[in-house]
């Protein structure tokens, strides 16, 4: 018997295994099915956005043949960026808005963007800079089918992984209640605790005060006194 967790090697042929044949249920062409393999292999490994988008893009890139790809979104006519690899550029608002309203890919000037999930409320986009290159529009949103499905491989380990931070903290907070006899010391865990699980600035545990009616801040953490 092979216990992957203890098997390095094995759990990573396992996983290699494991993300050919979900790249292989997608409707893909077949020379997609590679690039698909290799993004659910890494958002299987990985547990933060920004260090996933940082690995795979480039590979999305060399699909493309583009010079600048990245993850975008628009707000309040602002690109913001989440990811991006390649020579920058200054990525045009209108192009963004125009493929977020007609739910297409939509090219020009060189340019193409395409939403990675026209169902979704984050109104992400694929956006690649390929002047050279005559990049069709099928193939682009074939590329972002594929990168949508990865990061909700890669957004859905994070969950998981910060409620076991939670878990964790939750009982070390409970381990510390039997060890301590100072209230004092044990509320400032509990706020600190809160502040690097929720990555709050500010923090403040409130105790009711029952003979003067009133609830009574202490700590509060990162409030100026």
């Given at each position: ?8 090697r ?6 290699r295994e ?7 249920q997608?409707?893909?062409?077949s020379?997609l099915?590679e ?6 292999v ?52 209108d192009?963004?808005a125009d ?7 939509v ?6 963007a ?12 694929l956006?690649?800079?390929a ?8 193939r ?23 409620r ?13 209640w039997?060890q ?24 403040s ?10 609830l009574?801040?202490?700590?509060a ?5």
């Open positions: 018997r092979m216990c992957f967790d203890h098997k390095p094995y759990r990573k042929e396992f996983r494991m993300s050919v044949k979900k790249a292989a997608l409707d893909l062409p020379e099915h690039l698909a393999a290799k993004l659910f890494q958002a299987s490994c990985s547990t933060r956005e920004p260090e996933f988008l940082h690995e795979s893009l480039p590979l999305l890139a060399a699909v493309l043949g583009s010079e600048f790809t990245a993850v975008a979104r628009c707000e309040q006519a602002q690109v913001v960026l989440f990811g991006s690899t390649g020579v920058q550029r200054n990525v045009p608002p192009l963004l493929a977020l309203d007609g739910e297409a890919a090219a020009r000037d060189g340019w193409l395409v939403g990675l999930d026209p169902r979704s409320r984050r109104n992400e986009l956006v690649a800079f002047p050279r290159q005559r990049l069709a529009a099928t682009l949103a074939n590329v972002a089918g594929i990168l949508h499905a990865s990061l909700e491989v890669v957004r859905d380990r994070e969950r998981q992984h910060r076991v931070e939670r878990l964790e903290a939750i009982l070390l907070i409970a381990g510390r039997n301590t006899l100072e209230m004092d010391t044990l509320l400032a865990e509990m706020a600190q605790a809160s502040t690097r699980l929720l990555n709050a600035e500010r923090a545990i409130f105790l009711w005060d029952r003979p003067r009616r009133t009574v801040g202490r700590p953490l990162g409030v100026e006194g």
